[in-house]
């Protein structure tokens, strides 16, 4: 992961946000300093996703207290697909408590590619973590409802409060998903003959699919990412999402396992939960700060975003949003260490 972040002044995580003006100018400054980045190629194996303009690039920082800021085309959409994993898990751990969703679920880290049988065999069917697509799966099953409707209503309905504004599908992306995502149907079916999913194998695959093909914009996914560092409360409508204690356990999950096989470098580098998805999107979070949200579509060879996760660390070391760093401790005068 080459990462852009010569010269930055470097802040430390203790303490607050800089001012208005200053968190302005760094999204800018984390835009311009890498729109000209050409690495990275456009994923095609979902065919409606090959089209996507590789130049389309949006920067995105929402804060705590609603505020925004924007560079680039933070208002253009696209589909969440796996960026959808962190928030429906949310919305599961809310409705179904923190033991079952780590019994069901796990929260480890595979080491393997997002879409891996490989995992669930070694793993005696275990689905490991919500991250991966047989983690995300089992989540999906886990959806309350007694039809496949309800349960896509709820997700549909959930993600819409996180972002604070109603999201639509892409039909196309949802049809183009459809044909091919055979290997999802495969995952599901595992799972179902290892007991770990009891619901109709077909319909979790559909359900998944669709909210895959939810369209967000970078702004979106900033105000998403905010909504878990808030508490669970979006910070843009003030209505409670989602409890303090669920966001704790997704943030966990997300800097475990959010950007796959590569989360411990994105850890390393970066030090913010995490969660990218094949279309471009790339949503970071610093737990009661803000949220990042960034929109690229050319990815690298895990499926990440390429200037998402560049702009994600410039802003990262400027704004101090690495939960691992520190300064050092001065007493108040008279105050002994």
């Not at 949310?90 to 880290?109: F, I, K, Q, S, Y």
């Not at 094949?278 to 499926?303: N, Q, Y």
């Not at 990440?304 to 691992?324: C, E």
Request: negative net charge.
């Amino acid at each position: 992961m080459e990462l852009d972040v010569d010269g930055v002044a470097e802040r430390v995580s203790t303490g607050t946000l800089p001012g208005w003006d200053d968190v302005e100018a760094l999204v800018q400054k984390a835009h311009e300093r890498n729109a000209g980045v050409t690495s990275g190629t456009v994923a095609d194996y979902i065919p409606a996703l090959a089209a996507a303009d590789p130049a389309l690039f949006g920067v995105c920082v929402a804060e705590v207290d609603g505020a925004t800021h924007g560079a680039g085309d933070v208002d253009h959409a696209f589909s969440i697909q796996s960026i959808s994993k962190a928030f429906v898990y949310a919305l599961v751990c809310d409705e179904l408590g923190h033991e079952l969703a780590l019994e069901r679920v796990g929260v480890n880290n595979t080491g393997l590619a997002f879409n891996s049988v490989m995992a669930i065999e070694l793993n005696d069917g275990h689905p490991m973590n919500p991250m991966v697509n047989a983690g995300a799966l089992a989540t999906t099953a886990l959806v309350p409802g007694q039809t496949s409707e309800a349960r896509w209503a709820f997700i549909q309905d959930g993600l819409s409060r996180f972002a604070g504004r109603r999201l639509e599908l892409d039909a196309a992306v949802y049809e183009s998903e459809t044909e091919t995502n055979q290997r999802n149907q495969a995952i599901a079916r595992l799972l179902q003959s290892y007991g770990r999913i009891t619901a109709d194998p077909a319909e979790v695959v559909d359900v998944y699919t669709r909210q895959c093909s939810l369209l967000v914009t970078a702004r979106d996914l900033a105000v998403m990412g905010a909504t878990l560092a808030d508490g669970g409360v979006n910070p843009v409508t003030g209505e409670r999402v989602v409890s303090a204690h669920v966001c704790r356990d997704t943030l966990s999950v997300m800097a475990a396992s959010g950007l796959y096989e590569r989360s411990g470098e994105w850890l390393f580098e970066i030090g913010m939960p995490g969660k990218s998805g094949v279309a471009g999107g790339l949503v970071a979070i610093a737990p009661g700060k803000a949220g990042i949200g960034t929109f690229s579509p050319p990815l690298d060879a895990a499926g990440n975003s390429v200037r998402g996760q560049r702009a994600t660390a410039f802003l990262s070391r400027s704004l101090g949003l690495n939960l691992f760093s520190s300064d050092v401790h001065h007493p108040a005068e008279g105050q002994d260490r």
